[in-house]
């Protein structure tokens, strides 16, 4: 199962982490896995290249952690809030068919 995390600072976006395979089918054929990996890592790009944010991210097998900068400018954490929000929103769709493989929680920090 792979288990997705979505930090919030009073109720906003402000990373994620993703841990685990989802063990849908065999390494190379996991579709499910492959989805997840494609939002995360879309997200990634969307922080990084389009709004230029230097983010904090560790990504190794199975893993991955990103983590937005403590000073953003107001424009920046909207930006960012839309791709974090988008990520979960389309992993929470992808949760809904394939709940057994994803678990999405929320989390206060």
Known sequence: MTRITL???????????????????EEGSDIVCAAISALTQGAVIGLKEVIGLEIALDISDGYMYCMLPKKISAAQQHDA????????????????????????TDREV
């Open 7 to 25: 930090f919030r600072s009073r109720s906003h976006a402000i990373g994620f982490e993703a841990e685990g395979h989802t063990g849908y089918a």
């Open 81 to 104: 809030e839309l791709i974090l929000n988008t990520m979960a929103a389309s992993i929470a769709s992808l949760a809904e068919t394939n709940g057994d493989y994803i678990k999405l």
